[in-house]
Nanobody, 124 residues
Framework: QVQLVESGGGLVQPGGSLRLSCTASGFTLDDHAIGWFRQAPGKERERISCISSREGGTYYADSVKGRFTISRDNAKNTVYLQMTSLKPEDTAVYYC?????????????????WGQGTQVTVSS
């Protein structure tokens, strides 16, 4: 069964850290570009980070640049999003998505497969 599963979300205080994982089963991620998105209540889903497969190039939205780090471990078939200095405005459901491509970062409409999401809540 083909699945993409996010994990690692939870409740954290402002200034805290979390590491999200995106693990694939039924297919390998090493030839896929991966994107991390988030959707807060009442807002559109936004792309916050992505990583290409071949060169490992990365992208970050301005809202998370310098605080979040995307990485991949192809041996574990997993992509990570390390989140630090979390703010209340980071509260959202976080999703990972894949596109079978060696390169690049794509718009929300161009990813082929999505996980179910994991909730991140930043609150004191």
């Amino acid at each position: 069964q083909v699945q993409l599963v996010e994990s690692g979300g939870g409740l954290v205080q402002p200034g805290g850290s979390l590491r999200l994982s995106c693990t694939a089963s039924g297919f390998t991620l090493d030839d896929h570009a991966i994107g991390w998105f988030r959707q807060a209540p009442g807002k559109e889903r936004e792309r916050i980070s992505c990583i290409s497969s071949r060169e490992g190039g990365t992208y970050y939205a301005d809202s998370v640049k310098g605080r979040f780090t995307i990485s991949r471990d192809n041996a574990k078939n997993t992509v990570y999003l390390q989140m630090t200095s979390l703010k209340p405005e980071d509260t959202a459901v976080y999703y990972c998505a894949t596109r079978h491509s060696s390169y690049g970062c794509y718009s929300i409409y161009e990813y082929d497969f999505w996980g179910q999401g994991t909730q991140v809540t930043v609150s004191s």
